[in-house]
């Protein structure tokens, strides 16, 4: 079908940077734990200059023996710098193909094109990755590809050839809006990790900032007042949230998801663009999440819970869908687009008598940490009794949200942990589905159940504690293909 | 009470009492090193009389009363349609696994469980793997070309 062909060129120092990125850590292990005496410096100095040098060389040869061509109704790439490899992979197996695109593919039109196979079961590398290629060649791939599959499908369901041209019909499902993205933003819990991230930086700068200088004057600054001491942790909180707040925007500028007949395409990204694709059928699960800083704007995510992925591309298991929207119009926006319905109907909610238990469990966890904090500050400690009083308003929280509804096939849940969750799933999706009843909920006629789903190697369960065991007879009941009552 | 009709073998209740015994002895050699550190270093009686108590009242829960709660408890049925398990010992578990999910079912073996002419059941998923204990191993074989055969009928993408 076509010659061999290479990478672009960019994917040569792609793969550069890459290596070099993983070198950063020993680098700083060497630079922070390495020899401070003057000669040394210039040994430091001429090896790091040697290891770039090799490691530019090995991104350089690995780039001229890539190669990859499209023959036979496969995908056949040869590579190896040491031991050569060839992988070859049928069109068919072929679940869809990822484009994104980095700060250095922008400029020359290229795209890194990952191919998504069924069942990549979790070795090593799993995942096929051109890292660099044009566009146009990318469009073509692509093309190629879906024809293959697309002769395929017709060949064995024998539909008309109309088939091909809808399916590259696209429809705009959700477009951030950038209201929606400054509340994105702003919600997320990416200050934290900024936060610690410059202290880890300011503690690796110890030889180069003269410290023990700055002391001096810092103590002054001190004798000056406490305000300004407050004033000053409050800006670095400050620049930290306005540096998270930055960063998210960047990521998630212009999320855009469209659909295609059998696809879920979702893009993002203002500097580095990516692109995900999820095929319809792969879908198992539709999860609605609201975290405490979200919700009292009304806000959620919502995420495609999904069978692909592998096990070192965890992503592919829990896909965003929509990063911020009102909870309220999640239904709306979603519509018929997907084959799980997001309707909130009412849920059904455990019996009154169950928060008792909802409240004793929240206490249980609590109560080493008061044991401790008594034996250790004495008097002092019985101030952790206080937290009885959040773990009594959070187990509340937990007891309120939890909640189960049954729609013809499918199944939803409601439930908290730190974050407020709700999942959706169809019937068939449904791996497994447990009814636990322990000795002291028999005697309050309660029960608990669990739902497991697959999400990309593994599994995520859905856990409703201590519901009136009638219901849970019914969920029961309902999962179960028998005709005779199961209870 | 519905419950699913079949037990697993009753010779379960042997191996998991020997089970027991052996997680029981090792208990007992920590013990007796407590012991003997009490007697070198002079501890309080307490401790003495801890490890003691400890031990018995392990043998007591390992030996004794968990197989048994746990053997009596335990129950599935294979339908035609779906796998239906009952198992726990303080909490009652029952599980449905509906054929078309199955993926494959295997069998295996420990050392013990070959002395008494047991094998385990593994019923496997996309996402889960259920466990049938301590069948006769002609039972566990022909469940699991069963199971296999149901599967295979009712199979389905994900």
């Given at each position: 079908m076509s010659n061999s062909k290479r990478l672009h060129p960019i994917a040569a120092v792609t793969n550069f940077i890459k290596q070099l990125k993983e070198l950063i850590i020993p680098f700083i292990a060497f630079f922070v734990f390495g020899t401070k005496a003057s000669e040394g410096d210039l040994w430091f100095f001429t090896g790091s200059i040697a290891i770039v040098i090799v490691v530019l060389g090995i991104g350089v040869l690995n780039w001229l023996r890539f190669s990859y061509r499209l023959e036979e109704g496969e995908l056949r790439m040869e590579y190896g710098l040491l031991v050569r490899k060839k992988r070859y992979i049928p069109f068919d197996r072929i679940q869809s193909l990822d484009f994104s695109e980095g700060i250095l593919h922008r400029p020359f039109g290229l795209v890194k094109v990952k191919v998504e196979t069924a069942g990549s079961s979790g070795t090593a590398d799993a995942e096929a990755v051109l890292t660099a290629i044009t566009k146009d060649e990318a469009n073509r791939i692509q093309e190629i590809i879906a024809q293959a599959k697309g002769k395929l499908v017709e060949e064995t369901f024998?539909?008309?050839?109309?088939n091909k041209a809808e399916r590259v019909e696209e429809k705009v499902v959700y477009k951030i809006s950038s209201k929606e993205l400054l509340l994105l933003a702003t919600t997320s819990g990416g200050v934290g990790v900024v936060l610690s991230a410059m202290v880890a930086f300011l503690s690796q700068l110890d030889d180069l900032i003269p410290y023990e200088s700055a002391y001096h004057e810092v103590e002054k600054v001190i004798s000056n007042g406490i305000v300004i001491v407050a004033v000053l942790v409050f800006l670095g909180f400050l620049l930290a949230w306005v540096a998270a707040l930055i960063g998210t925007m960047v990521k998630f500028a212009q999320f855009t998801v469209k659909k295609t007949e059998r696809e879920i395409i979702i893009s993002r990204g203002l500097l580095e663009k990516r692109q995900i694709t999820i095929p319809?059928?792969?879908?198992q699960a539709i999860r609605i999440s609201e975290n405490i800083l979200r919700q009292p704007f009304g806000l959620c995510s919502v995420y495609m819970i999904s069978a692909g992925g592998s096990v070192r591309n965890a992503e592919g298991a829990k896909v965003l869908l929509l990063p911020a929207v009102k909870k309220a119009q999640v239904a709306h926006i979603l519509q018929e687009h997907l084959p799980i319905s997001t309707t909130s109907q009412p849920f059904n909610s455990p019996p009154k008598r169950s928060l008792p238990r909802y409240l004793l469990r929240g206490s249980l966890i609590v109560v080493p940490f008061v044991i401790a904090a008594i034996a250790i500050f004495k008097l002092w400690g019985l101030l952790s009794i206080l937290l009885f009083v959040f773990s009594s308003a959070w187990s509340y929280l937990i007891y309120k949200d939890a909640g189960w509804g049954i729609e013809g096939q499918q199944l939803n849940i409601q439930y908290r942990g730190l974050i407020k969750h709700t999942l959706f799933m169809k019937k068939p999706n449904v791996q497994s589905l447990d009814y636990k009843e322990s000795i002291f909920q028999r005697r309050k006629n309660l029960a608990t159940m669990t739902s497991l789903i697959k999400s990309g190697m593994g599994a995520i369960g859905g856990t409703i504690v201590d519901i009136e065991k009638e219901d849970a007879k019914e969920i029961y009941q309902w999962y179960s293909h028998s005709q005779k009552a199961p209870f | 009470m519905n419950e699913p009709q079949k037990r697993i073998s009753d010779k379960a209740l042997s191996v998991w009492r020997i089970t027991g015994a052996i997680t029981s002895a090792i208990m007992a050699i920590m013990a007796g090193g407590a012991i003997w550190l009490s007697n070198v270093f002079s501890w309080p009686v307490w401790v003495v009389m801890a490890a003691v108590g400890a031990i018995i009242l392990h043998v007591y829960l390992y030996v004794y009363l968990f197989p048994l709660l746990r053997w009596k408890r335990w129950r599935y049925e294979v339908r035609e349609q779906e796998i239906e398990l009952q198992q726990g010992v303080f909490v009652v578990k029952r599980t449905l696994v509906p054929m078309i999910r199955v993926q494959h079912v295997d069998t295996r073996q420990g050392p013990l469980l070959k002395k008494y002419g047991l094998a385990t059941v593994d019923v496997s998923t996309a996402a889960t793997v259920h466990e049938i204990p301590a069948l006769p191993v002609e039972e566990a074989e022909e469940l699991r070309q069963f199971i296999s055969r149901l599967a295979r009928v009712a199979d389905e993408d994900v």
């Open positions: 024998d539909t008309e050839v109309a319809l059928n792969r879908i | -």
